[in-house]
């Protein structure tokens, strides 16, 4: 659909896994697991990937095996101006910083589109309140592959207290979401 455009594609895949989500990968594959029972896509394979890669390659796209997961290598070459926008189902690229970001493209080339520079609207901040540093505080916050979410605090309870601080001291900002729990519960008493 791209280079029938004249959009020039640039495939990158994900390389080795990181050590730091590999509970996250065991959560997914027991879930995979668990899912097998109904129908479920067939297993990347090294020689489907191998035979993809070459594919690609005679079409004239160029494919980058990343070091680690793609989504680095893709944000840098979106902040570098190599691609001007990166299409993916992965919302991490957001805690990347990446600029310009198409979400679910179908078939029709219809997506979501994601613009960083409109992000502090979103938030209810200014460009100046809301740092790249803020951007992954709110992200990690809100649960991400690293860790999960916060239990009862919600992405609306995470930006007002976000809001309120200047500092990137996430300590400060975890100490403020603990109180409030506190305080709801015992409201509730």
Known sequence: MMLDVNIKPIIVIDGRRLLAKAETHEKRARKRRH????????????????????????????????????????????????????????SDLIA?????????????????????????????????????????QICVLSGCDYSDNIANIGIEKILQIVRKHDSCDIKKILEEIKKAQQCKNSQRL
Request: with cysteine; net charge negative.
């Open 96 to 136: 990347y910083g990446c600029p310009r970001v198409l979400f679910k493209l179908d078939k029709y080339g219809r997506g979501d589109y994601f613009e960083r520079s409109k992000l502090p609207v979103c938030f209810g901040m200014t460009a100046e309140q809301l740092s790249d540093e803020k951007v992954i």
């Open 35 to 90: 899912d097998d029972s109904s129908t479920s896509p067939p297993k990347l394979t090294p020689s489907i990937v191998r035979r993809f890669i070459r594919i690609a390659r005679s079409l004239g796209v160029d494919v980058i095996v990343a070091p680690f997961e793609a989504d680095a290598q893709l944000a840098y070459m979106a902040k570098t101006g190599i691609v001007d926008m990166v299409v993916t189902e992965d």
